[in-house]
Structures are given as structure tokens and as C-alpha cells.
């Protein structure tokens, strides 16, 4: 009897023990995610005839991209998968190795290679996917919001010095379409997490 109770007072510690540990591994996810988050789809024309190794080149902006929308939203947002594809121009992001204007649109949004790097490619998506308008136009703009092209993050209520009239500021326009991203963005939630790899599928036509 001594020996039963012994051997039940040890299994309620460690019960006690577990549970201490499950809690706090809740509490440390708790205030991260909510719900599955939203994974995006984009299609990337090529202009030019491109080989496979400069086709995958692009990819790596494209991750850094999808890295930064990570953080920003809480790992909320990320790109999922892309659609590769040379020798056309009906991308989403239509990209030419010789267009060196300023991209602009919300579809078939044209890039060059000095656009192709994380700031200017989440700005861009910003238009394509998550219905965001331009922050920089007005001055001062925004502090730290990636649509006044001034850092990797979003503006929010408070922050906001853009379209201020008649254009929330992009967190509350990201909040309307994208229902389970937190009220407020956390960047510190997402520290020493990733994004996962995007998944994609290169079409390499031509000669290259
Ligand atoms: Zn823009
Ligand atoms: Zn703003």
C-alpha cells in the first residue's frame, strides 16, 4: 500500500510536471498564430528566352520576399507557390531582363532586374495580392510601412500619414480581406522562425 501511494504521489509530479511543460509551450504559440495562415500564388512571366539556372535565380528574391511578409504578419501571409514561366508576358509579375522604368499596376505588374530584390517585390505583391494603394506619394509618409517603400512593414492606425481621408491605413485594409491576421502586427512573434520554401514550378521553353 506505502509503495502504491509512493509510486501515485510520483506519477502526479511528473503529471503535474508534463503539464506545467504543455502549458507553457501554449502559452510560447498562443499569442503566435491564429489559424492556418494565407499562402499566396504568384505567376512570374519572363519577357526573354531564359535558361533553367536564370530562371531559379529568380527564385531566391522571391523567397527573401516571402520572408519579410512572413514576419511582418505575424506568419500570417507567405508566398506558397510560383508559377515560372520564359518567353512570355502575361505574368502577374511580368518581368523583362531589360526593363529599367518604375513597376507599377495592380496587374501585370512589369519589373526589371533592379527591381528584383525583397523591398520592391513584397511592394509590388502588396498591389497584386493584398490590395494595398501606394503610401509614398504623400509626404511625410508612413513611418515603417513597405507600401511607402520605406522599410518591410505595414502601417497601422495611429502610424498612418498616407491617403488619410479615405484609405485606412494597410493593416486595417489587410484585416478586412484577411480575416485571421492578428489586430496588430507582431514581428517579434515570428523571431528565429522562416518562412517555408516556396514551392515552384519552372516552365523553361525555347532554346535556352
Ligand atoms: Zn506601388
Ligand atoms: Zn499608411
Not at 7 to 26: F, K
Not at 32 to 43: K, V
Not at 82 to 99: K, M, N, P
Not at 146 to 155: E, H, K, R, T
Request: include cysteine; glycine fraction near 6%; charged fraction near 25%.
Amino acid at each position: 500500500m506505502k509503495n502504491v501511494r509512493a509510486v501515485s504521489a510520483a506519477a502526479i509530479v511528473s503529471m503535474i510536471a508534463t503539464l506545467c511543460v504543455v502549458s507553457a509551450a501554449a502559452l510560447a504559440t498562443s499569442t503566435r498564430a491564429r489559424g492556418r495562415p494565407y499562402t499566396l500564388r504568384i505567376y512570374v512571366s519572363v519577357k526573354q528566352d531564359a535558361s533553367g539556372e536564370q530562371l531559379r535565380a529568380l527564385l531566391r528574391p522571391l523567397q527573401a520576399a516571402s520572408e519579410r511578409l512572413y514576419h511582418a504578419t505575424g506568419g500570417m501571409i507567405y508566398i506558397g507557390r510560383v508559377l515560372l514561366r520564359d518567353r512570355r508576358t502575361d505574368g502577374e509579375l511580368a518581368f523583362s531582363y531589360r526593363f529599367n522604368r518604375t513597376p507599377h499596376g495592380a496587374r501585370n505588374i512589369p519589373m526589371g532586374p533592379a527591381h528584383w530584390w525583397d523591398r520592391t517585390l513584397m511592394h509590388e505583391i502588396g498591389h497584386l495580392k493584398l490590395a494595398l494603394w501606394d503610401e509614398y506619394r504623400r509626404k511625410p509618409t508612413c513611418p515603417r510601412c513597405v507600401m511607402a517603400l520605406n522599410s518591410y512593414g505595414f502601417c497601422h492606425k495611429g502610424k498612418h500619414r498616407g491617403h488619410t481621408r479615405w484609405r485606412p491605413d494597410c493593416w486595417t485594409r489587410l484585416r478586412q480581406f484577411y480575416r485571421r491576421l492578428p489586430r496588430y502586427a507582431q514581428r517579434a512573434r515570428t523571431r528565429g522562425e522562416h518562412a517555408p520554401p516556396i514551392r515552384a514550378r519552372i516552365v523553361n521553353t525555347g532554346q535556352k
